[in-house]
Nanobody, 119 residues
């Protein structure tokens, strides 16, 4: 059974930091590209950051220089370090893993963790 379990969300003030974690089980984690998405109330889900199986990273423009995605294959975990948080970063953050196997896309999602940035 595949599980992606996010943790680390919470309520913080503007300018503060949070680190989200996503622990994966039931997959060959080191072969998956991993990503963080977010969805704010009334808005579509959007890509925040991604990291390939070989560690190449990509960021949405609105988080460049503030957020860092990383992975620890030994722990089957992907992280999102979020610094200088802004109220507009408030959203549910989701972890996603995907892998293309012989033309078939395998894609899994976590249940999400709430991040609220407010004074």
């Amino acid at each position: 059974q595949v599980q992606l379990v996010e943790s680390g969300g919470g309520l913080v003030q503007p300018g503060e930091s949070l680190r989200l974690s996503c622990a994966a089980s039931g997959i060959s984690f080191d072969r998956y590209a991993m990503a963080w998405y977010r969805q704010a109330p009334g808005k579509q889900r959007e890509l925040v950051a991604s990291i390939t199986s070989d560690g190449t990273t990509n960021y949405a423009d609105f988080v460049k220089g503030r957020f860092t995605i990383s992975r620890d294959n030994a722990k089957n975990t992907v992280y999102l370090q979020m610094n200088s948080l802004k109220p507009e970063d408030t959203a549910v953050y989701y972890c996603s893993g995907n892998r293309n196997v012989l033309g078939r896309l395998l894609n899994y999602w976590g249940q999400g963790t709430q991040v609220t940035v407010s004074s």
